[in-house]
């Protein structure tokens, strides 16, 4: 199964100047709650946690406004709608200026079919993942996203052959914060 977020932002504008939430072990257990399930209540929460569902609450919202908690999303069976491909691409820009950095990134992120880019360290300037019906439908993509990027050197693509780990935070997070 592929899978991926579809991000729900809880602010559409800067968050106001937040202090700086240290994490006890309640806030670490509340997050990993979150983790397993974010539609989990208030009510199911306490329980799972400890606390009184004000308290819970209070404490859920106080990881929200100091940034601990940025979101909450729904994972998607993407196979479900059709998209059953997942292509790494890698680009090499024709120069790493500034200029020619902000007009790659104003352009990919117009492109539809890239779910992530990441600008990188190394013989890459960016790796991008693209979502695809198939490998017709990657070559759609290339020809129509991919290929009218601007300042690109190179393109290389490999295609995932299956998913083995998709996780949002490593495991070791809870581990380390629960000491």
Same mark, same amino acid.
């Given at each position: 199964?592929?899978?991926?977020?579809?991000?729900?932002?809880?602010?559409?504008?800067?968050?106001?100047?937040?202090?700086?939430?240290?994490?006890?072990?309640?806030?670490?257990?509340?997050?990993?709650?979150?983790?397993?399930?974010?539609?989990?209540?208030?009510?199911?929460?306490?329980?799972?946690?400890?606390?009184?569902?004000?308290?819970?609450?209070?404490? =859920?919202?106080?990881?929200?406004?100091?940034?601990?908690?940025?979101?909450?999303?729904?994972?998607?069976?993407?196979?479900?709608?059709?998209?059953?491909?997942?292509?790494?691409?890698?680009?090499?820009?024709?120069?790493?200026?500034?200029?020619?950095?902000?007009?790659?990134?104003?352009?990919?992120?117009?492109?539809?079919?890239?779910?992530?880019?990441?600008?990188?360290?190394?013989?890459?300037?960016?790796?991008?993942?693209?979502?695809?019906?198939?490998?017709?439908?990657?070559?759609?993509?290339?020809?129509?996203?991919?290929?009218?990027?601007?300042?690109?050197?190179?393109? =290389?693509?490999?295609?995932?052959?299956?998913?083995?780990?998709?996780?949002?935070?490593?495991?070791?997070?809870?581990?380390?914060?629960?000491?």
């Amino acid at each position: 199964m592929v899978s991926i977020g579809i991000s729900d932002s809880l602010v559409t504008s800067p968050p106001p100047e937040t202090t700086a939430v240290s994490l006890d072990r309640i806030d670490v257990a509340i997050i990993a709650e979150l983790m397993s399930d974010g539609r989990a209540s208030h009510t199911e929460l306490s329980h799972r946690v400890g606390l009184s569902s004000t308290a819970l609450a209070r404490r =859920q919202k106080t990881l929200e406004e100091s940034g601990y908690i940025k979101g909450y999303q729904a994972t998607l069976d993407l196979a479900q709608f059709d998209l059953g491909t997942t292509v790494l691409v890698r680009i090499a820009l024709e120069s790493q200026s500034d200029e020619a950095l902000t007009t790659f990134e104003a352009e990919v992120v117009k492109c539809p079919s890239v779910v992530r880019c990441f600008l990188m360290s190394g013989s890459d300037d960016y790796i991008l993942i693209v979502m695809a019906r198939d490998i017709e439908d990657f070559e759609r993509i290339h020809r129509t996203e991919l290929s009218r990027l601007p300042r690109v050197a190179r393109v =290389q693509s490999s295609f995932a052959l299956r998913e083995v780990v998709n996780r949002a935070v490593p495991n070791v997070i809870f581990r380390e914060l629960r000491r």
